[in-house]
């Protein structure tokens, strides 16, 4: 496999990388913020609203946290304009209390 090359790359607002209209076009939005999630049973969940400015429907995202999920599934969707949706799941098979962390978010916006 060998190296791509990108014609244009720009950091305001994010990092983008080719033209609009051009065969590969993504901005890479990012937010963080706290998050102390309450004691998890074995198949509940929690979620946590975090900010995220220029995220729309549709767009692609991800999050993890500052410390060890302990058999805990994070995921993450844009759930509204600016707004990014990071659930917490337990499939431990047991109860988890996760300690206080920064929980960080990662959008690929596709144009």
């Known amino acids: 496999m060998g190296w791509t090359h990108f014609d244009k790359v720009s950091g305001i607002n994010g990092i983008g990388v080719g033209d609009v209209g051009s065969e590969l076009g993504f901005k890479i939005l990012t937010a963080t913020d706290t998050w102390n999630p309450a004691n998890l049973t074995n198949g509940t969940q929690e979620a946590k609203e975090v900010t995220c400015a ?21 995921t993450a969707s844009v759930t509204a304009a600016n707004t990014v949706t990071v659930l917490a799941t337990n499939h431990s098979g047991g109860a988890v209390n996760l300690d206080s962390s920064t929980v960080r978010v990662l959008v690929i916006k596709l144009v």
């Open 54 to 74: 220029g995220a729309s429907l549709g767009d692609l995202a991800l999050a993890c946290l500052s410390i060890d999920a302990v058999d805990v599934a994070i």
